[in-house]
């Protein structure tokens, strides 16, 4: 006849945090505690089933990874593109407006020891670049008014210019 101490002794002691049930050899309850797919039904267990498909999608996830990579590359390149688009063409304007400015206050006789005035006709001469230039440009006139002419002709002409080449710079450089 058994003792109970010797059937306590024939079964092992439950570990810290099981079940009595478990303990004892029975088969552990099947439904988790949270909800969810349970690991005995098919694609219940997620975790493993990626572990197990892992080696063969790591592939298609460097190709896919390179594809947004070349994605991401060429949104840069088309962001980039469009920046040096839109500062080409700031740029162009600024020469043109100062050149226009500058023909203004020829035109009206602006008092050329103002610093702003000097300001805006030594920008103009730096953006007619010589060829456009009030002494030496495209056309010369003499006579009566002959530095308001060469100013309305030879700036108008470089402002002309530079839109022009501003935009075909614009429309050349943005994708």
Do not use: Y
């Not at 962001?79 to 020469?95: D, P």
């Not at 056309?139 to 002959?146: E, I, L, R, S």
């Amino acid at each position: 006849m058994t003792s109970p101490a010797s059937s306590a002794t024939a079964t092992p002691e439950p570990a810290k945090g099981a079940t009595a049930g478990a303990a004892l050899g029975a088969t552990p309850d099947p439904t988790p505690a949270t909800p969810g797919p349970t690991p005995a039904t098919p694609g219940g267990d997620r975790a493993s089933a990626k572990a197990e498909a892992a080696p063969a999608r790591r592939s298609l996830d460097l190709r896919a990874g390179a594809r947004r990579a070349a994605t991401l590359t060429g949104a840069g390149v088309r962001r980039l593109r469009t920046m040096l688009g839109e500062t080409v063409w700031i740029v162009c304007l600024l020469a043109a407006a100062s050149l226009l400015i500058g023909t203004a206050l020829v035109v009206v006789g602006a008092n050329t020891h103002n610093a702003l005035v000097q300001g805006v006709l030594h920008a103009a001469d730096w953006a007619d670049l010589g060829v456009f230039s009030r002494t030496a440009g495209v056309k010369q006139f003499t006579g009566d008014g002959a530095a308001m002419k060469n100013a309305l002709t030879n700036w108008g002409l470089g402002a002309v210019a530079w839109l022009v080449v501003g935009r075909i710079a614009r429309r050349f450089l943005t994708p």
